[in-house]
């Protein structure tokens, strides 16, 4: 193969790369602000929606969809993205005397194995002192509970960033919380952890309020 040919041949093989695989940008998608990126094999689709199920925050993220599935509309395209991840589903509290000490509850997975656990805050058994109670329960029971110490009695469940997290010691609008009082909520060796980038929120009282706690 000469010296032509094989300059002919790079050049036909980088053409061929560029139809196939360089995005075109399609503009603004919905009303949120979603932005989608064309190419012959796959979309890229910047997503800037607004949470189904009533979030304050929307739902970003950048997903890449190939070929057969690059081709279906947009909202067919949703549908795909919000099947990929777990669902958080806020719940309603619980409206009967016996629960008249719920501050608020949501059922997501809390762990990451998963399975979805059904959360409730309420308060602890401290006067003087702000605690609360947090347990996550499954359909055997109660899997964790852990009594925290908080600043105020300003906390409950919120929805950002496609998760389920805590707002502790701010009682105003959720479209003003500033990110220190937002605390991502998970499990760590079989307790409750609930934290930010300024660090955790501390444990009170003894094993029986705290479960599996080290």
């Known amino acids: 193969m000469n010296r032509k040919r094989v300059v002919r041949w790079i050049a036909l093989s980088l053409i061929l790369v560029l139809v196939l695989f360089l995005p075109i940008p399609k503009g603004t998608q919905d009303e949120g602000g979603t932005k989608a990126y064309d190419a012959l094999v796959y979309k890229i689709v910047a997503w800037n929606r607004a949470e189904e199920s009533g979030g304050n925050e929307p739902y970003r993220k950048t997903s890449v969809f190939w070929y057969p599935d690059s081709r279906k509309p947009l909202e067919e395209l949703w549908k795909l993205e919000k099947a990929k991840r777990p669902q958080p589903v806020i719940s309603d509290i619980p409206e009967d005397s016996d629960h008249s000490m719920v501050i608020d509850s949501a059922s997501f997975g809390i762990d990451g194995d998963g399975a979805i656990e059904n959360c409730i805050i309420t308060y602890g058994p401290t006067s003087g002192l702000f605690t609360v109670v947090l347990t996550a329960s499954d359909e055997k029971g109660i899997?964790?509970?852990?009594?925290?110490?908080?600043?105020?009695?300003?906390?409950?469940?919120?929805?950002?960033?496609?998760?389920?997290?805590?707002?502790?010691?701010?009682?105003?609008?959720?479209?003003?919380?500033?990110?220190?009082?937002?605390?991502?909520?998970?499990?760590?060796?079989?307790?409750?952890?609930?934290?930010?980038?300024?660090?955790?929120?501390?444990?009170?009282?003894?094993?029986?309020?705290?479960?599996n706690l080290k």
């Open 143 to 211: 899997k964790y509970k852990n009594t925290f110490l908080i600043s105020s009695g300003g906390i409950r469940f919120y929805q950002a960033d496609g998760a389920v997290k805590l707002v502790a010691g701010y009682p105003g609008d959720p479209a003003e919380i500033s990110s220190e009082y937002i605390y991502n909520i998970s499990v760590k060796d079989k307790a409750i952890l609930i934290e930010n980038e300024k660090g955790s929120l501390p444990y009170w009282g003894g094993a029986d309020w705290n479960w």
